[in-house]
């Protein structure tokens, strides 16, 4: 069965620095794999997604995952934060038939001035 | 291009009466549909999901239900309201194919008083 981890439930981070979300996956078969970003009282907005074909996956606002299958990891990073990146951030992975997600925790991020 | 459309964003509701939450598709058809909950401070749970009109799995036995009368249209719904139903309820959709992403509508908060 496919699962996510989400490696810290807060991550605070200074404006400018670098941001780097960690996400580890269990599946059975090669993974379909998603970041997304929730803003306060708003839906979950796609970042990047990984589908087997690049393992630097480059996504939205400046954000980019790495598949690394030895680790079973895709973290996010950004390699300078900004004031407006601050939200919660979900990993995701493909699980079953009907296309359905298994979602990390969240992680949420601040940035400080 | 695609869109989402769920409403209400905000909903206030007495114990024991009853819901009805609406989501509503554009720019694509026959897309698999999906009701999640998140409740404060957690993950994203997942409640029903459709792959086509009259389809609906359930995930977790709950005081919940869900309707698709159409293709694009999908409805969760109550006859009694707990307390415990209160949260931050999510519409998504996602195209018929393994690596697309899903797509999430901007959200209903249920308070039940």
């Known amino acids: 069965a496919q699962s996510v981890t989400q490696l810290g439930s807060h991550v605070s981070v200074s404006e400018g620095a670098l941001v780097l979300l960690r996400c580890n996956y269990s599946s059975s078969v090669p993974p379909y794999l998603f970041w997304y970003v929730q803003y306060p009282n708003q839906g979950l907005q796609l970042l990047l997604k990984?589908?087997?074909?690049?393992?630097l996956v480059k996504g939205i606002n400046g954000f980019e995952a790495e598949f690394k299958k030895s680790e079973t990891s895709f973290h996010l990073t950004k390699p300078s934060a900004h004031m407006s990146d601050a939200a919660e951030y979900f990993c995701?992975?493909?699980?079953?038939?009907?296309?359905?997600?298994?979602f990390g925790k969240g992680t949420l991020l601040t940035v400080n001035p | 291009s695609q869109t989402i459309h769920q409403w209400p964003a905000t909903l206030v509701q007495p114990v024991g009466s009853p819901l009805s939450l609406e989501c509503t598709v554009e720019?694509?058809?026959?897309?698999?549909l999906y009701w999640y909950r998140q409740a404060a401070g957690r993950g994203l749970q997942l409640l029903f999901y459709s792959v086509g009109i009259g389809q609906i799995s359930s995930e977790v036995p709950q005081n919940l239900s869900a309707s698709r009368p159409q293709d694009r249209q999908f409805i969760l719904s109550s006859k009694k309201l707990l307390l415990s139903d209160s949260g931050f309820y999510l519409c998504a959709w996602s195209p018929d194919s393994a690596s697309g992403p899903q797509h999430f509508g901007d959200g209903t908060r249920l308070s039940i008083l």
């Open positions: 720019g694509t058809s026959n897309p698999n």
């Open positions: 990984y589908t087997s074909a690049a393992t």
């Open positions: 995701a992975v493909r699980r079953g038939s009907n296309y359905k997600l298994t």
